[in-house]
């Protein structure tokens, strides 16, 4: 039994969920596939499918945030891969985003870099030779 499968859906806080719907639009360069209404007070979730595998990006209002969760940056990086790192960092900068952590080796063709989205968010960037080798078989490419 496989316990953890893949990745279903990651979910982002904003205050200000409309301008995050705008600047993930503008980095992703698709409108969201979803949104909600929530209370009458604009939406209060929007997603986006992205990607090989259409993975599900959710950007929610924080009001609708469980209760205690930290508003300050958490300990957990999850990262996308992307094929040109150093391009997708600099539109990330250029867009507004700071730089959490450069351009950095891991080694074995591990590639990372991440960064705070203006909504107070970390996003992880990765040039992932696995993720590319499991694309190509996926694909009948091997």
Known sequence: MNTLRGLSTFNLWADDLRAA???????????????????????GYVEFRIGDYQYELGIIDRRFA???LSTTRGG???????DDLAATLERLLSLGAQLLEGIT???????????????????GIMFNRHYLDVLGGARGQR
């Open 105 to 123: 080796e891991r080694g074995l063709g591990f590639v990372t870099a991440s960064v705070i989205d203006p909504f107070g968010n970390v996003l």
């Open 76 to 82: 957990t990086v999850v990262y996308w891969h992307v």
């Open 21 to 43: 719907t705008r600047w993930y639009a503008e980095l992703l360069g698709v409108e969201p596939y979803f949104s909600s209404e929530a209370a009458g007070r604009g939406p």
């Open 66 to 68: 469980p209760p205690g």
